[in-house]
Nanobody, 125 residues
Framework: QVQLVESGGGLVQAGGSLRLSCAAS????????MGWYRQAPGKQRELVAA???????NYAESVKGRFAISRDNAKNTVYLQMNSLKPEDTAVYYC???????????????????WGQGTQVTVSS
């Protein structure tokens, strides 16, 4: 079993900054890609940013130049630094990760994609 726990969401004025953190724990052998997604009311969940273990990144066009994703492999933690926030960034932000882990308490190795519980980010105008 693995877990992802997000923190750092909140209410901020337009133009402000927030930093999200997501810590992974459990029976982790390795973590490949880690990412941040968001879902606004009435909209589909969308990718915000993702980062591979070697540091390669991918960003949604809407956040390029404003958001920065990073990770600490020793701590199994991914971060999302969000600057110049806009009201349209308001959403629930979810952490996601591709784990290499053990299958259901066995010694068999498998891959498993997992979501965090989400953290609310609200940007006021």
């Amino acid at each position: 079993q693995v877990q992802l726990v997000e923190s750092g969401g909140g209410l901020v004025q337009a133009g402000g900054s927030l930093r999200l953190s997501c810590a992974a724990s459990g029976s982790i052998i390795n973590i490949n890609v880690m990412g941040w997604y968001r879902q606004a009311p009435g909209k589909q969940r969308e990718l915000v940013a993702a980062i591979a273990k070697d540091g390669r990144t991918n960003y949604a066009e809407s956040v390029k130049g404003r958001f920065a994703i990073s990770r600490d492999n020793a701590k199994n933690t991914v971060y999302l630094q969000m600057n110049s926030l806009k009201p349209e960034d308001t959403a629930v932000y979810y952490c996601n990760a591709d784990f290499i882990t053990y299958y259901r308490g066995t010694s068999l190795v498998t891959t498993h994609n997992h979501w965090g519980q989400g953290t609310q980010v609200t940007v006021s105008s």
